[in-house]
């Protein structure tokens, strides 16, 4: 039942962070950041030199989208590892029993449709 738990935590743990460090979003942003570099580097009406400077453009702020993200998507699954960390440390759970458990087919597929079901619902 602990590792139940344990693994619990860990899934609605993620969740909640992604949710709360806006990384849906911002990779959203990203995408359409990339498009709108792949226009620009489809105008035949843009001429080289603009093609470059917009292109430096984002480019730059496609790098600083990535270390962002970067940063926030290890804090999301980070934090709970942590608190898990601690919870073995303390002699409260076996994180091999929460690690084995998560690796069946059962709890990931239930993992998976909790995911999509927290998304659908707290984006709607």
């Known amino acids: ?3 139940l738990f344990g693994a619990a935590l860990l899934v609605i743990g993620v969740i909640a962070l992604i949710k709360a460090f806006g990384l849906f979003p911002r990779a ?3 995408v359409r950041t990339s498009r709108s570099a792949l226009e620009v580097m489809n105008d035949p009406y843009c001429g080289d030199d603009r093609k470059e400077s917009l292109l430096q453009g984002y480019s730059l702020s496609l790098l600083k989208a990535f ?5 926030r998507g290890t804090g999301a699954i980070a934090i709970p590892v942590g608190l898990l960390w601690m919870l073995q440390f303390a ?3 076996s994180l091999e029993a929460v690690w084995d458990l998560m690796r069946s087919w ?7 449709i909790a995911a999509i079901a927290a998304f659908w619902f707290l984006e709607n």
């Open 28 to 30: 959203l942003q990203v």
């Open 106 to 112: 059962e709890f990931l597929l239930g993992g998976i």
């Open 1 to 3: 039942m602990t590792s």
């Open 67 to 71: 270390v962002d993200l970067l940063i």
């Open 91 to 93: 002699g409260l759970l």
